[in-house]
């Protein structure tokens, strides 16, 4: 009799334990989702600020750079009338200054590189002429993100004389920031041609594989039938496919809904790009098709904008011929 008693109490005691838990758990979830309501609720409410604080300053009367400005601006940077100027900007560590070494098919280390680091290598303006004599008319700046100057992201496009370039390409690594925003709505106001860059797609492409990977391997199960088996190899052959297809994919989306959010045209393309694959292009060499992703389309697109604003711009070429491309639309359009 005393162990069917023990027995019952014990059971009760757990029912009771097991109770108190439930509403231990109920309660935290309930705590974890006023939080999550209460963080969406406050970025929205900075998303809308923000919209606000860009709606104030478009009442503000855009500063004109007087005619002498200009000109000493294009001093400043040794403008040189005849070549073509362009510019790269964004934050540090974006990889602006690889991608002007890609651009100039210039390997990183070489005497006529731009110094590339994690951080910002400079906090002044980098000016970089194309050392082949086929491109010598084309001359590349880097230009350092607001984050790293004295310049509120509402006056960086002026300071930094962003309106004398033939054209301009804000680049990104992993995020789309307020800096990219104030350059594209600037170019849109001194019809400036703007690309939207984002670098490192093959760093990034191969990040998103490994995860791939790793949650296949840790969903594998020693007893698992030959038809699971058999499904896990063919999606572990999708992986760097399906890698790739979502990389591309989120980009574009994440672009599109900043672009939105701004107020600017929601349909401006973004290009994905690895600065390996615009070097071997630049240099003539042959690129896989699985290795490409927006390059050769980024360089026949800034080309084409250039003739629209120029009479009678400079072809750019590759460093020799029997590439993958055929090389001789570039910059005739």
């Known amino acids: 009799m005393d162990a069917a008693v023990k027995a019952e109490e014990a059971r009760e005691k757990f029912e009771r334990l097991e109770e108190r838990a439930r ?21 929205k409410e900075l998303a809308k600020a923000r919209r606000r604080e860009a709606q104030l300053a478009d009442l ?38 690889s991608l002007i070494n890609a651009f100039r098919g210039v390997s990183k ?18 000016r970089y002429e194309d050392p082949h004599p086929d491109r010598s008319k084309f001359v590349w ?34 995020r789309f920031v307020d800096t990219d925003i104030t350059i594209l709505e600037n170019c ?8 939207i860059v984002r670098s490192k797609s093959d760093e990034h492409i191969k990040a998103i594989a490994d995860e791939m990977r790793e949650a296949l391997d840790e969903d594998e199960s020693e007893d698992e039938d030959d038809v699971r088996s058999k499904d896990r190899e063919a999606r572990r052959t999708r992986i760097d496919a399906d890698a790739r297809e979502e990389y591309i994919s989120v980009t574009r989306r994440n672009v599109k809904e900043n672009l939105q959010n701004a107020g600017l045209d929601d349909q401006q393309r973004v290009y994905l790009i690895s600065r390996r694959t615009l ?16 390059e050769y389309e980024l360089i026949k697109d800034v080309m084409a904008a250039i003739k629209e604003r120029r009479i009678d711009p400079p072809p750019f070429k590759p460093e020799r011929s029997g590439s993958y491309f055929s090389w001789g639309g570039w910059g005739r359009r």
């Open 23 to 43: 509403l231990t758990r109920e309660e935290t979830e309930g705590k974890l989702k006023t939080l999550k309501e209460d963080g969406e609720k406050t970025e």
């Open 60 to 97: 503000q009367p855009v500063h004109e750079p007087t005619r002498a400005e200009h000109e000493q601006t294009k001093r400043d940077r040794q403008y040189i009338e005849g070549r073509l100027h362009l510019a790269i900007a964004g934050m540090a560590g974006s990889g602006k200054s």
């Open 109 to 126: 280390g070489t005497a006529s590189a731009a110094a590339t680091g994690v951080v910002e290598t400079t906090r002044v303006i980098g």
């Open 141 to 174: 700046y880097d230009i350092p993100g607001a984050g790293t100057t004295n310049v509120s992201n509402s006056n960086y496009f002026i300071t930094q004389g962003l309106y004398i370039f033939d054209a301009i390409i804000t680049l990104f690594d992993s």
């Open 188 to 195: 849109k106001k001194f019809n400036i041609p703007a690309f």
């Open 279 to 294: 070097l071997r292009i630049v240099r003539g060499k042959h690129v896989a098709p699985t290795k490409l992703i927006d």
